[in-house]
């Protein structure tokens, strides 16, 4: 495992004194994911198929290009409460400063209040390859060539 010493270090700021005492932990020794909590003054009741901004209070400047931040709903509020991201997935740029912001959509079919400082989604840096593309003429063919959508079988 890895140990806290040796984990990236990630400067980040708080633009909220109250994220002092919330700042986002990782749960267990193996969670994957740091819990992000939502900066509110007051509840905040999102309606069925109601997707609000919400502030974290966290900016997290990851700026090693081979690493991004991403964005993850929680299993229990996404299953039970149907409480996902407006985006699906949040996806953070090495080079993005600002703050982390979570697109909250409430895709359930009752209404669902958010408290301020509940944990509303999950941070997990995950590693990158950035890409060059090189234009060919002709792909050297490969097994699948260029089936998909469901071409491996009846469904
Ligand atoms: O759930 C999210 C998704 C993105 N971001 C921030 C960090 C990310 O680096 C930036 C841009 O995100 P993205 O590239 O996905 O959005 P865009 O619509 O392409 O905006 P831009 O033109 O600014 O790249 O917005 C968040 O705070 N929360
Ligand atoms: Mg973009």
Not at 9 to 19: A, H, I, N, S, V
Not at 30 to 54: F, H, K, N, Q, Y
Not at 86 to 92: A, P
Not at 128 to 133: F, G, I, K
């Amino acid at each position: 495992m890895t140990t806290a010493a040796a984990r990236p270090r990630l400067e980040c700021q708080l633009l909220d004194e109250r994220l002092r005492d919330h700042m986002p932990t990782y749960a267990t020794e193996g969670s994957a994911g740091m819990d992000l909590r939502a900066l509110l003054d007051a509840p905040l009741t999102l309606e069925p198929g109601d997707c609000e901004l919400v502030r974290t209070g966290l900016a997290i400047y990851i700026r090693d290009p081979n690493l991004a931040g991403m964005i993850l709903p929680r299993s229990g509020l996404g299953h039970k409460h149907g409480i996902v991201l407006g985006n699906l997935v949040g996806l953070i740029d090495a080079d993005y400063q600002g703050e982390l912001m979570i697109s909250v959509w409430n895709r359930g079919q009752r209404a669902f209040t958010v408290e301020p400082f509940e944990r509303l989604a999950q941070y997990v840096l995950v590693p990158v390859v950035q890409a060059e593309l090189e234009v060919v003429e002709h792909f050297t063919a490969s097994q699948r060539g260029d089936g998909g959508f469901g071409s491996t079988g009846a469904r």
